[in-house]
Every structure is written in structure tokens, then in C-alpha cells.
């Protein structure tokens, strides 16, 4: 058990379970875009773990960008989407996966997936660390999940509570 702020979380996923399904993921990436040279765009701050680890792992030559969003408040998602810093280049014809941490409501997504098709590319895919099916208002496609799991709050590998417990080298669930 490990404690947050005002919560206590207990182990979920552990850090090789974590490892193990990214190198299954990165092999998937790799053979599908082997004829590609994507671009990765990292939802920050979340997914930078899952990006890091995921990258490292493709051996094709590629692109890395980062967007920055805002849509949770504490443990709940706020329902609205605040851009921070956006995308910086071109994807005009480009191979896009879109790397993020958790897709849970999807609104977030949604709308960066509407944001990313006003700029013609080429194609765009989701590759999400997790995923709560539950929780979806809004329908996405996931060409690449790692984890599908319940609709209960979870931190460690990217994911926070109050920018808390992003270090976490496993994921942990409220108890």
C-alpha cells in the first residue's frame, strides 16, 4: 500500500507486467509502419513514461512531439479539454500515434483527434498504456491498448493524483 495526499492505493499492475505488454505493443508499431517514418505525439504530462519506454523499443526511424492537455480534476474527469501547448509541426501527410496514458471518457481524445484531422494526415492511431471501456462517453478507436481496465482511479507510471505518484514504476488503484 502506498498513500497520496488523502488516499490510500494498493498494487494493480506491476512493473513487469507494465514492461512486458509495451515490447508487445512496440513490435505491433514496428510492423505496422516498418514502410513509415511516424510521428509520436505524447499527450503530456501522463504519458511520458509510457512513451518513453514504448519509443525506445521501435527501431524505425521516426518523429517525437508533444502535446499538452488538461481535463481531470483531482480523481474526476472535469468534461472539458484545456490545451496547453499544442502541436508544433507539420502532419500533413504524415503516419501519426497519438501515445496517452489512460482513454477513459474519450472526450479528451475526441477532440484531439478532430484537432489532428483539420491538419490532413496521412493517418492517425491511439496507443493508450490504459483503457477503461467503462468509462467511455464518446466513442474512439484503440489500434494499440495495453490494459483495458475498470471504471477506479489509478496512479504510477505517468498517471497522478493531484500531480502526485506520476513516478511510480507501477500502476496502483484507490483502496
Known amino acids: 500500500m502506498i498513500n497520496i495526499l488523502d488516499k490510500t492505493f494498493v498494487p494493480f499492475i506491476s512493473k513487469e507486467d507494465i514492461e512486458t505488454r509495451i515490447t508487445e505493443?512496440?513490435?505491433l508499431i514496428s510492423k505496422d509502419y516498418k514502410e513509415s517514418c511516424p510521428v509520436f505525439l505524447v499527450v503530456l504530462n501522463g504519458a511520458?513514461?509510457?512513451a518513453g519506454e514504448l519509443v525506445k523499443r521501435i527501431p524505425l526511424s521516426c518523429e517525437i512531439?508533444?502535446?499538452r492537455l488538461a481535463s481531470?480534476?483531482?480523481t474526476e474527469s472535469a468534461g472539458s479539454v484545456t490545451e496547453i501547448f499544442g502541436i508544433d509541426k507539420s502532419l500533413e501527410n504524415r503516419d501519426v500515434i497519438i501515445i496517452e496514458d489512460i482513454v477513459d471518457t474519450g472526450l479528451t481524445m475526441s477532440q484531439l483527434l478532430k484537432q489532428i484531422g483539420k491538419m490532413s494526415p496521412k493517418s492517425v492511431e491511439i496507443?493508450?498504456?490504459l483503457h477503461k471501456p467503462?468509462?467511455?462517453k464518446t466513442p474512439v478507436i484503440i489500434r494499440y491498448k495495453g490494459f483495458e481496465i475498470a471504471n477506479r482511479f489509478v496512479v504510477g507510471y505517468g498517471l497522478d493524483y493531484d500531480g502526485i505518484g506520476?513516478?511510480?514504476d507501477s500502476i496502483y488503484v484507490v483502496a
Do not use: V
Request: charged share 10%; glycine share 0%.
Open 65 to 67: 512531439t508533444f502535446i
Open 166 to 168: 506520476r513516478n511510480l
Open 72 to 74: 481531470y480534476s483531482q
Open 48 to 50: 511520458f513514461l509510457f
Open 25 to 27: 505493443l512496440a513490435a
Open 127 to 129: 496507443a493508450t498504456l
Open 134 to 136: 467503462e468509462a467511455l
